[in-house]
Structures are given as C-alpha cells and as structure tokens.
C-alpha cells in the first residue's frame, strides 16, 4: 500500500482498513523496539573491537576499587562442597607487554584443602581516565598435586582474543561490559548492580560497596554477584546460581 493509498483510506473514515493499518503499524514498531533494546551480548561477536592505544595507559593501577599495590598479598577463603578453598592474590613487581601495553602481573594461587589445583598470572593496566582493563592470563591447572593442562589461558592480540574491562573509572547502575573475549576459553561479562551495599566479611564490614552481576555464556547456568571496596578492592563474591559458594577477604597482608 503505497502513502497516497493510506492517506486516502484514513480520509475516508474505513473503519475496518483503519484497525489493519494500526493493528500492522503497532506490531512494526513493537519489532524495531525490541531489535534495538538487547541489553547484553550473550555470545562474541565481531562488532566488539576495543581501540588500544599503549600511550594512553599509565604505569601502576590505581583506580580506587581495583587497587593493584605492589607487594600486596590479598587472601580469600570459600567454603564449598569440595571442602575450604583458600585463594591468594599476589601483586608483583613485575610487568608484562601485551599488544604494546605495559601490564602490572598478578600472581593468583588457589587450593583446595591444602592442595594446589590453579595458578594464574593476569596482565593488568590502567587507562588515563582511570579504566582498569584485563589483558589477559597464563593459567597451570592441577590435579592431584600435578600439572593438568592451561585451560582457561589467552592473550590480548593472540588468535582473536581482545582485552576487557575489569573495572570501570566511574561504574554506574546498568553498565555493561565485557571484561575478556577469546572466543570459546574467556568470555566474561559484568554489569553494574549497586554502588550502596553494605558487605561484612573477615577483614572488616564496608559501606557503599560496588555490586556487580557477573556470568559467561560458556557457562549458562551459572554466575555469582562481586563486591568492590573504594580503597580495598574485591571484598567477597556470591554465587546466586550453579553452585552455593561465598567468597572472603580474609586478609590483606605485605611481602
């Protein structure tokens, strides 16, 4: 039906071409509505290509809740069906170059009942607006007190994978971001919940702690809620679904 069509019909007061002509404009609308209002991407996609530019990264991390001192020892505990999981993260001194920028290496351990069965080391660096972006990580993955395999390990610039964020300079409710992408190993997602939770844990109760929703599409039937302390960091996780598990910081000590 072309315009001068419809003009006319509207004209004349055709009642029953009036209804089809609202009914099919309403049920278009709906249709565009929806194709623009997806809130989160579900899956990689190759719209997503972050612009990294090394000169715009300043040395150390110091966004207040994601604060990466070196020399710092943080210290979590879990309790799990498994048993007491323990988790070191270590701020090194060291740095690592990846697609020209210059990331602070964090050296993260955890053990199950006293035995190893991860070690990680993950590259991050800071934007000059105060951007904490995730460049990747080397990851040894034990069984039984032996080497497994590196499952789970990607580089920024390496066979596709990008950088993500893993914290925002000024995080506001609603935000969603990618915090890595290597298709099919690391596709991890985070959206803004609260900036005004009250946390108690081991090392100390909090107020306006920054909530985040935290998931993958590799595993879609889990995800677990962090929360971040301005001037501590990451305080403690829940897991809301797949798994009963809650994470604390315990302890923030110095090497």
């Given amino acids: 039906m072309n315009p001068k069509t419809v003009i006319a019909v509207l004209n004349r007061g055709d009642q029953k071409m009036k209804a089809i002509f609202y009914s099919t404009l309403a049920m278009l609308l709906t249709l565009m509505f929806l194709s623009g209002c997806t809130k989160e991407p579900t899956s990689p996609d190759d719209s997503y290509n972050p612009k990294i530019i090394p ?33 070191k993260a270590y ?36 934007h000059q607006d105060g ?40 995080p506001k409710v609603g935000d969603v971001y990618r915090q890595e992408l290597y298709k099919g190993e690391a596709e991890d ?41 301005s001037g501590v960091g990451f305080v403690m996780e829940i897991y809301t679904k797949g798994e009963s598990k809650k994470v604390e910081l315990i302890d923030i000590t110095t090497r």
Wanted: hydrophobic content about 40%; proline content about 5%.
């Fill in 55 to 87: 000169a715009e990264f300043v040395s150390g991390v110091t966004n207040p809740f994601f604060p990466l001192t070196p020399r710092k020892i943080f210290h979590y505990r879990a309790v799990t069906n498994e048993g007491t999981e323990t988790n």
């Fill in 131 to 170: 951007t904490v972006w995730y460049f990747g990580e080397a990851v040894d993955n034990y069984e039984n007190g032996k080497l497994k395999d590196h499952d789970g390990a990607w580089t920024a610039g390496v066979d596709g994978a990008k950088p993500g964020i893993i914290m925002e300079a000024n």
């Fill in 189 to 229: 997602m985070a959206e803004v919940l609260s900036l005004k939770e009250s946390v108690s844990v081991p090392f100390g109760s909090f107020q306006n702690c920054l909530r985040t929703r935290e998931w993958t599409p590799l595993e879609p039937g889990k995800e677990s809620n962090k929360f971040y302390m």
């Fill in 91 to 126: 701020v090194t001194r060291d740095t690592k170059q990846v697609i020209g920028v210059t990331c602070v290496v964090v050296a993260d351990s955890v053990w199950l009942n006293g035995v190893l069965i991860e070690a990680t080391f993950d590259w991050y660096a800071q």
